[in-house]
Structures are given as C-alpha cells and as structure tokens.
C-alpha cells in the first residue's frame, strides 16, 4: 500500500476559512470513497494572532510544524482584524502576506504554476471568441531575482533619499526553471495527443512542434540578466528539439496575453514579470473565483509544496458564507494531482474533483449561491 | 510674435519613414493654413548606419545634433537591415533600441505618458461595453528606477553564474513624478467639467473628489522603494485634497486593467511597471496601431522631450506602403499640443489634427488602405 499522505491546512485570514472548509468537505468525501490513504491536519493561523508575539503572522515555529507535510493546502491570507477592533490588528500586507514568502523561501518552492485555460461557465473579459481556446501554463521563477529582498534606504524620509533594490539571478535557479518549463512543455503535448486535439507552432526556421516554450525578459532594458536568462534558454533549447522556442519582452507580453493569448502554450518568467503575468493568466481564465495557484518543489526531497488559490482574504464579504470557493476547490484538485505523482489513485480523485468543480462551473454560472451550497453542489457530483 | 518652433525628425527604421512622412504632409499643411511659425529638420538615421562606425546605432553626436530642438518626433526604431544582408546589418533590439534610452537620459525626459482612451473606430480587446468608457492617463517615471543599467554577470557563462541588476530610486525624482500626476489629475478633472462629463472618485474616507491619482508599486515584495513612494504618495496628497488617491499592486493593476479600466483616472508608476502598465493601456485604446507615446522633460530648461508612436518598426511590412500611420498621427497632435504650451495656434493645430484623425478613424476603421491613402484622407479633413 502507498504510503500515507499528509497535508497541513492552513486556512489563514477573511474568507479563508470558509472556502477551505469545503475543501477539506470534499477531501473527506474522495477519501472515503476511494479509501484513499490520507489524512490533515489544520494550522488556524489567522494573520494577527501571532503578531503581538513575533512580530509575524505566523508563529515562530511555523516552517518546523509545516515541514514534514507533503503537501501544504493554505486559504487566504491578509488580516482584517476582528472587526470590532479593526485599528490594533489590522496588519500590513507586508506582514500579513509574509508566510507566503516565507514558505517558498523556506521550502524551496521554486516554481510557480499557474494553468489558464477558460472553463465553460467562466468569465470571459475578452471580447474575441478565440478567448475560448486559451490553453497556456505560466511558470514563474519563485526562489531569487527582484524578490531577494536585498537593498535599504539611504537617509530614509530625507529629500535626498536613496532606495534600492537588488535583483539577483543565478544560473543554476535559471537553467532549473527553464530545464521545468521544457519538460511540462512535453507533457502538455502528450496529453494533448492523447485527447486528440494536438496543437502546433512555428519555429523561427520553418519546422512545426506540437508544443512550445516562450521565455518572457526585458533584456533591452535590464540586460544582464535577460541576456544570461536568454543564454541559458537557448542552450537548453537544443536539448528539446521537438519543442517550439520563442522570445517576447515583458511589456510586449502582457499585451499579447490581452490581444492573442490562444497563441502561448507555456511560459517561462522571472519572479516579478511571472507574478505580472500570473495574474493576467488568472483574468484570462475567468478571474480570481477560479484561479488556483501552486508553489512546487518538485525536488523529492521531503520539502512540501504549497496550494492556494490566487485570490485574497476578501474581508469586506468574510464570515458571510458569501465567498465562492470555486478558486480554493480547484487549488484542492491541484494538490491532489500534484500528491498524486505517487499515488495513482489520489491522482485520479484529483482529476475527479477538477471534473466535479467544472462541471458545476459550466451548469450553475451566473447564479447567486452560496459558499456552502456550492460545495455541498460539488460534492454531490463526487 | 511667438518664436519659432524647430522640430528635429527622426524617422528611423522600418516603417518609420512611412508613417513619418505622412506626419510631416500633416505639420506642412498645418503649417501653411494657420501660418505657424514652425519649422522642421530630418534626421534619417536608420539605426544600422552609424553601427560599424561606432558600436551605435545613431552617430557619437547625435544628442548634441538634437538638443537645441524644442521637440523630437521619433518614427520607429529597431534594425531589420537591408533585406539583401540581413546577417550583416541585423542589429539586436539592445542596439538598435539604445536611442530610446539614451534620449530619454540625456534629455531628462523624466515623463513618459500614454492616455488611454477607447475612441470610436479603434479595436475594443475587452468584451465588457464599459470600455468605451475608458478614460485614464498612465504616467511612468522615465529616468530611473529599473532601468539604471547597473550590476553585472559574474562568472559569466559558468554553471555557478550570478546576474545581478541594481534597482535605484530617489525622493527627488520620485517627489516630481508623484507631484506631475497629481497636476495631470487636476488638469483633467478641470477640462472634463468644461466639457460638462465630470467623473467622481470616492475616498477612503467618503468624499467625493473629480479625479484620482492611483500609485503602483509591489510594496510586498519590493519593500524599500515601495515604502519609499508609499511614503512620498501619502505626503504629497496632503497638498491635494481634491484628489482622491489609490493604491494598487502592480499585479493587481494589471489584472484590474482587464476587468475594470474605466475605474481608473490618472496612475503613476515606476520605469518598469510603468512600461508595462503602457503597454497595457496601448492594449485599452485599440492596441499598438493607435497608440502614441511622450516622452517629456516638463522642466522649461531647454531640452526636448520626445514623440514617439507605441509601435516597433514592423520589418515585414516596411516598405510597401501599408504600414497604418494613425498612431504616429496621434503622436504628432500630442506633439504639436505640448509645443503648444508656449503658443496657443500651434496648441490648436494639435486638436485639430487629433480631431482630424479620430474622425478618419471612426469613418474608416477596418477598411484596409495604405499609408499615402490614410495620409491623404487625414489632411482632407485639415
Ligand atoms: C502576496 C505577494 C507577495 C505574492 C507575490 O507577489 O508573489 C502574490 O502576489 C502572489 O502572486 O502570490
Ligand atoms: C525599447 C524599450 C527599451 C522601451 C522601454 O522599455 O522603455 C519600450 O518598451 C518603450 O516602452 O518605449
């Protein structure tokens, strides 16, 4: 038998807690019915209560506690208080927003995943119809480069100030993020074969692949490293002929993701273009009701990785049973495929949940209902 | 009388000449009907000229040529070489795109701005019919920040390779960004009553205001400059009470450039955020065919600012006179409007050739004609 999975849930702030209710509803539901060896654990961890302790969001021990967890399944973060005290324990996003940071660093999450794909049911902001044949991955560089936070201020508050801010990039996390991009790339096509609905791009020198990978830099501005970034691209390019290569700029790109998104099948970017682009990816596939978001280590080492859905705590509406936890239950289906890589049958529950949630989405758009009622609606589909 | 205005032409590549030929039919005509005291100067330098000669792509003197101008109208840059040897000319983006940069930091052009408007005729990327109502004006800080050029490749080339990119902001420059968009938020709230459509804005705090500044930054992530403008923000909106302010992260800005563009007035962002955030809002008004870009040094000591349509040099269709000349148009009427600080007929001249080409545009938007012909159609209106 597999050995059994761990998860810590973490639902965090605002509407946390209630969309991850329904996911750990459904995670239930699955392992009882597929009797699937798993189990959780959760870590309530609202933002504020550690801060007049540590200083921190989280308590001091955080990453310890989280560590030997395979997998770490997080709500939302971003502290609004205890609304009848909102002045002492509002927190700052900078602090607030901290563990998210502080897991990927901690855990060496260096990769940032997210899948646009508009689902029937989902909110379509662009006005072309081609909008429907959206189908990319962004990958996002998540350990170095402008959010190594090195830097200070110089004469702070003075009028003479100075602020800077290092970016640091190193070729070993480069040629990882890339070498991952390629290999999903592959993936992506043979799961494409496999579903008949094979795609195509154009290289530079006429050859057709069914997959491509397109690095994003602003190396005609901040050279060094978009020139190492676009180095170390094209060496590694060689060693996947069968994959289509393209370059584009930062702002270049984020006008195509609006003007022709259905043409990008993966992409590569660096933390900060990748956190820009992410989010663009996020509105592409319908917005932040249904944008999941994963922060791998896919490294086998024991590490875990971290799911959350992209969007916030959203307190204006927290404690209401109003949020839609659409977003959190695909993160969930997210994490299972991920855990899966071990265990075929948690995979497939996966696959069952992200059906389940789609389904739902293609049927019941549009409608007013509520947290619970959309969970207990998945479920039924279960 | 007033003085004589002295414009330098720079056509560049690609289509430049093109496009920039029909802009100087336009100030010619311009010129004769209202008898302005305007004069122009070309100077062709297609970017691969100077190249062999100097490592550059305009000669060593090129700022010195230009800086007696009061303006510099730029046609389009980046080198696809002569068509019969293209291995020998072909000048990477780095090269071929420096002029940018270096008049930008010559010139002090410490603006760049790109309004955003969804004119009739112009392509609507956005399903929702609220993007007519699109009406913002993006202010980017064009002299620091990112785009400082400093840091380096250590052990370049080598597996243990580090990139580093220095990120540099001062409070001076910071102050005069944050300060100009508070001015333009005014300034539009001003001309908006007069033509009797004025908007509302609803502070934090429940007033009503009729404009709004909102501040990009990534304070989460990118602390030290992101405290630094937060600061400088929060300080200088005491000295305008009339004008709301806002918040956004640069990630959350360009997912709320998809879904609600009309929300926003008057934004101010950093080099690079602010290079995306153009890019972005060339998207919200039809996309690169449309959209002009300024480039401005508002300081009155003599140095030109400079014009430049959003758009690259297009090498595949250089040449053959289809290239479509509406943006660099725009351009020359925002041009023509700046100058026009100084000389209130020249400051006319530019709303009627903005007002010439935005009803060509609404008359003949998806109609395919050449160059000449939109050239030839604009000027009738004049
Ligand atoms: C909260 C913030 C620091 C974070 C980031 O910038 O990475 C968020 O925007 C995200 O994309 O997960
Ligand atoms: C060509 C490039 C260096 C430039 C920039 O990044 O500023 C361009 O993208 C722009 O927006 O004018």
Redesign the pocket.
């Known amino acids: 038998m597999a050995q059994k999975t761990r998860i810590a849930v973490t639902p965090g702030d605002g509407i946390g807690p209630e969309v991850v209710a329904e996911a750990v509803h459904c995670l239930e539901t699955l392992r009882k019915r597929h009797d699937l060896p798993m189990e959780w654990t959760r870590f309530p961890w609202p933002s504020h209560a550690w801060h007049e302790e540590n200083g921190e969001s989280m308590p001091a021990d955080a990453l310890d506690q989280l560590k030997s967890y395979d997998a770490i399944l997080l709500g939302a ?1 971003g502290d609004p208080g205890p609304v009848d005290d909102p002045d002492r324990y509002l927190l700052p ?1 900078s602090i607030s ?1 901290a563990p ?2 502080d897991m990927r660093k901690g855990f060496d999450q260096w990769v ?1 995943e997210r899948p646009a794909r508009l689902l029937p049911g989902a909110r379509q902001y662009l006005a072309d119809e081609r909008a429907k044949d959206i189908d990319m991955l962004v990958i996002r560089e998540n350990s170095e480069g402008e ?1 190594v936070s090195q830097g200070g201020r110089l004469r702070k508050g003075a009028p003479d100030e100075v602020a800077t801010q290092m970016e640091v990039f190193t070729r070993r996390a480069t040629d990882r993020i890339i070498r991952y991009g390629f290999e999903q790339a592959r993936l992506r096509a043979a799961a494409r074969a496999e579903e008949g609905r094979t795609r195509h791009f154009r290289t530079l020198d006429g050859k057709t692949c069914e997959s491509q990978v397109c690095i994003v830099t602003k190396r005609n501005a901040l050279r060094y490293w978009g020139d190492m970034y676009t180095e170390a691209f094209e060496e590694m390019a060689k060693q996947y002929p069968d994959v289509a290569t393209h370059h584009e700029l930062v702002d270049a790109a984020c006008m195509k993701f609006v003007q022709a998104p259905w043409a990008f099948d993966v992409v590569v970017a660096s ?1 900060l273009q990748g ?1 820009i682009l ?2 663009l990816a996020a509105v592409l596939s319908g917005g932040m009701g249904v944008a999941p ?1 994963c922060n791998l280590n896919p490294d086998e080492n024991g590490m875990p990785s971290m799911f ?1 859905p ?1 969007h916030g705590s959203a307190p204006d509406i927290a404690g209401q049973g109003l949020a839609d936890p659409t977003a959190m239950l695909f993160t969930t289906a997210r994490m299972l495929e991920w855990l899966g890589r071990k265990d075929p049958a948690v995979a497939a529950a996966g696959r069952e949940l992200f059906d389940a949630v789609a389904a739902d989405l293609a049927e019941n758009a549009g409608k007013s209902r509520g947290t619970q009622e959309i969970g207990a609606a998945v479920r039924e589909r279960l």
Do not use: A, G, I
């Open positions: 973060l996003d927003l998210l940071l940032c959010y933390n956190d992410t989010d978001s959350e992209t």
